[in-house]
């Protein structure tokens, strides 16, 4: 994984600094679904159709669906799929809701409900980054307005009037949107600069800290070793066998670190001392999971197998990443040979065999 891809910050984890999906806007939206209600049936009391006020209730659920799927947008950006419908509807909620006034009882208050549900979802959706969808949303609404006006004898101009007053609206929303948004890209780019910066000091640390684990080990095993030859002492044939143990043991640490416990150590000593020839291989395929349950069963598994071997050879390998297996022990005690072989998804399996 590149550096780039583990530390970038989806969308969603940079704060919502302008409570676009905060519980105060869907708060205000209710609040301003019940004014909505009040006023319609306020301002259209005269209205005796029950298909007129049926298209009313359409429109309404038509603008409550629109503004529904804004809010309910993850993240910043609206979804292009969801900014279409959520357009869609809020054409379709002028177009009924205007169709659905009398002429003979029209006053304009009857219209500004249907409107400013209207400017409420463009002006949202413009917010969410979906500016053109949500302008041209705004011009088809005036386009059906005008329709309209001129389908019931007050005039295009007439008609388009009623959507004049969200015009301002989506003005501001479109500044906002180029001015104050642009904002939330540059926190996500900070944060990741923090998070990258957290995890190289977070890797260098753990280098330094193995480090000098390795020299603190060093010093433990090889000090008194050196310090003899320094002084010419004369050794003898057990002191060079531990000596010889003592640097296979500290190679151990350096290129096998996921078999590394003070349980694999001491049953690695005690094996090679026995005469078993003892080799741990570590190619990164267990990672982080040295640490968890796989790595110490790996490990367990490596103990019973060293205690087990009298003779011969055992090769333990932590495998490369990518391939089927996490690693596999071989015991070959010629003629006879076992191979245990643990998978990515923790069966082990176990080969035994004869080389005649």
Same mark, same amino acid.
């Given at each position: ?65 629109? #503004? ?9 950006? $609206? &979804? /292009?799929? @969801? +900014?279409?419908? !959520?357009? %869609? =509807? ?96 540059? #926190? ?9 910066? $957290? &995890? /190289?000091? @977070? +890797?260098?640390? !753990?280098? %330094? =800290? ?147």
């Amino acid at each position: 994984m590149t550096e780039s891809a583990a530390t970038r910050v989806a969308p969603d984890d940079v704060p919502d600094l302008f409570g676009l999906g905060s519980a105060t806007l869907r708060w205000a939206l209710v609040a301003f679904a019940v004014v909505y209600v009040a006023v319609s049936v306020g301002a259209g009391w005269q209205i005796r159709s029950p298909w007129r006020w049926a298209g009313l209730l359409c429109g309404f659920v038509l603008f409550t669906l629109a #503004i529904g799927l804004v809010v309910r947008t993850g993240g910043s950006r $609206a &979804s /292009t799929g @969801a +900014a279409v419908v !959520a357009t %869609a =509807a809020s054409v379709g909620g002028i177009a009924v809701s205007l169709w659905s006034l009398p002429v003979a009882t029209y006053q304009t208050v009857q219209s500004s409900s249907p409107v400013s549900a209207m400017t409420i979802a463009m002006a949202m959706l413009a917010l969410h980054r979906r500016t053109l969808i949500a302008w041209s949303g705004v011009v088809c609404c005036s386009a059906v307005a005008m329709a309209w006006g001129e389908s019931i004898g007050f005039g295009l101009g007439t008609g388009a009037q009623t959507t004049f007053f969200c015009y301002p609206v989506m003005i501001m929303a479109t500044l906002f949107v180029l001015v104050a948004l642009p904002l939330e890209d540059r #926190i996500r780019m900070l944060r990741e600069r923090a998070i990258a910066q $957290a &995890s /190289t000091e @977070a +890797a260098t640390a !753990a280098g %330094a =800290a193995e480090r000098n684990r390795q020299l603190r080990r060093l010093d433990r095993r090889a000090r008194p070793i050196l310090q003899q030859i320094v002084e010419r002492h004369e050794f003898t044939s057990a002191e060079v066998a531990n000596a010889r143990l003592t640097e296979a043991q500290l190679r151990d640490g350096i290129r096998a670190q996921a078999w590394e416990s003070e349980a694999v150590r001491e049953a690695v000593w005690r094996a090679r001392r026995r005469g078993v020839s003892v080799l741990l291989l570590d190619d990164g395929a267990a990672g982080p999971a040295t640490d968890s349950v796989v790595g110490r069963r790996l490990r367990d598994a490596l103990v019973d197998e060293l205690d087990a071997v009298d003779g011969g050879q055992l090769t333990a390998r932590v495998l490369p990443p990518g391939r089927a297996l996490l690693a596999s022990i071989v015991v070959n005690e010629d003629p006879r040979f076992r191979r245990v072989e643990f998978g990515l998804d923790g069966v082990v399996a176990v080969h035994t065999g004869s080389l005649d």
